[in-house]
């Protein structure tokens, strides 16, 4: 199984900054994608940022201009800095991390969440 760990969430002021990190560990074979959702009291999940192996991200147009999504291949780690928060990306924020697993030398897809880490931006 492949599991991914969530950390970097708190309380932040308005205008603040915030920076997101997020491990994949297990059976990895390979991650295509790793990203970031996240979900507000009474909303779906929805995209805020996604990076792939080869460095192609994609943004939410409501964070594009204020986040930056990086990733450590090495460490199968991405992380999120996210400036100028305002409260309504206040949420949990969730890390998703999609590839291919090795299970005793049979390869298997996986598509892996985390619990979630809360992100709360005070006005």
């Known amino acids: 199984q492949v599991q991914v760990v969530e950390s970097g969430g708190g309380l932040v002021q308005a205008g603040g900054s915030l920076r997101l990190s997020c491990a994949a560990s297990?059976?990895?074979?390979?991650?295509?994608?790793m990203g970031w959702y996240r979900q507000a009291p009474g909303k779906q999940r929805e995209l805020v940022a996604t990076?792939?192996?080869?460095?192609?991200?994609n943004y939410a147009d409501s964070v594009k201009v204020r986040s930056t999504i990086s990733r450590d291949n090495a460490k199968n780690t991405v992380y999120l800095q996210m400036n100028t928060l305002k409260p309504e990306d206040t949420a949990v924020y969730y890390c998703?991390?999609?590839?291919?697993?090795?299970?005793?030398?049979?390869?298997?897809?996986?598509?892996?969440w985390g619990q979630g880490t809360q992100v709360t931006v005070s006005s």
């Open positions: 297990g059976s990895i074979f390979s991650i295509n994608a």
């Open positions: 990076i792939t192996s080869g460095g192609t991200t």
């Open positions: 998703n991390a999609r590839g291919i697993g090795d299970s005793m030398g049979e390869l298997y897809e996986y598509d892996s």
